[in-house]
């Protein structure tokens, strides 16, 4: 009986770990990311178009694994503050083609300080920082492959 209660224990959970440093480590970046107008989901679809610009919606939701529905609020507000512009395709009218504006461009050379201000507060250093990030995509790619 002992073993069973053990493997529902709280503490030993993935779930449970994995909601809890997800909160903690995303409210590291909330003081980071509020000077640029930024909240975290937004922050993520910024570093996708910073990488990748110009996206289709479709593209920004299947490299962000968000739906459209989600995505398309967040793009709304970035296009209000002013960071990009949704436009429909020239070649394809029914995709919508998501770039970055000149301000979200610039925007870019301000978040750079973000991951080495985020490593510094989890005090680790980059090499335990990447293990972790290696060992998370296992997770997602298991988990992602497990309900597809």
Do not use: N
């Amino acid at each position: 009986m002992r073993d069973m209660i053990d493997a529902l224990s709280l503490e030993r959970q993935v779930c449970f770990a994995l909601a809890v440093a997800s909160r903690d480590v995303i409210a590291l970046y909330r003081p980071l990311l509020e000077p640029m107008r930024l909240t975290h989901p937004q922050y993520l679809v910024m570093l996708a178009l910073w990488e990748r610009a110009p996206l289709s919606v479709k593209e920004l939701s299947k490299l962000l694994h968000l739906d459209p529905g989600t995505l398309s609020p967040l793009l709304k507000r970035l296009e209000t503050v002013g960071y990009v512009r949704r436009r429909r395709d020239g070649q394809d009218q029914r995709v919508l083609a998501v770039t970055l504006t000149p301000e979200g461009l610039r925007l870019r050379d301000e978040a750079e300080r973000i991951p080495p201000a985020i490593a510094e507060r989890l005090g680790m250093d980059l090499e335990e920082l990447q293990e972790l990030h290696r060992s998370l995509t296992r997770v997602i790619a298991a988990a992602g492959g497990a309900h597809h």
